[in-house]
């Protein structure tokens, strides 16, 4: 089982900064990826961004291309999204994920959020 603790969420105006952490633990960690995603209010759960675990190749949705940034720091075990140039439709509840797979797009182990607030 894999624990995983968000932190950094908060209130912020447009045009603003926060930053999101994800620390994760647990004796059988060994994720081939990790990923941010959020949950706007009325709205599907969507993928944000995503990062291997190994090479760290990273890959992002086109609404966020350009304005954030995943980063791990593997000693650690924690990811981080530095969102940038916030605007208010950046609005939601935002969750890190573990893809145990390389085979399995699923991810398989969930935080329980972080709320972020963007006003305009």
């Known amino acids: 089982q894999v624990q995983l603790v968000e932190s950094g969420g908060g209130l912020v105006q447009t045009g603003g900064s926060l930053r999101l952490s994800c620390a994760a633990s647990?004796?059988?960690?060994?994720?081939?990826?990790m990923g941010w995603f959020r949950q706007a209010p009325g709205k599907e759960r969507e993928f944000v961004a995503s990062?291997?675990?190994?090479?760290?190749?990273?890959s992002y949705a086109d609404s966020v291309k350009g304005r954030f940034s995943i980063s791990r720091d593997n000693a650690k075990n924690t990811v981080s999204l530095q969102m940038n140039s916030l605007k208010p439709e950046d609005t939601a509840v935002y969750y890190c994920?573990?893809?145990?797979?390389?085979?399995?797009?699923?991810?398989?182990?969930w935080g329980q959020g972080t709320q972020v607030t963007v006003s305009s």
């Open positions: 990062i291997r675990w190994s090479g760290g190749r990273t």
């Open positions: 994920a573990v893809r145990r797979s390389q085979y399995n797009s699923r991810y398989d182990d």
């Open positions: 647990g004796r059988y960690f060994s994720p081939y990826a």
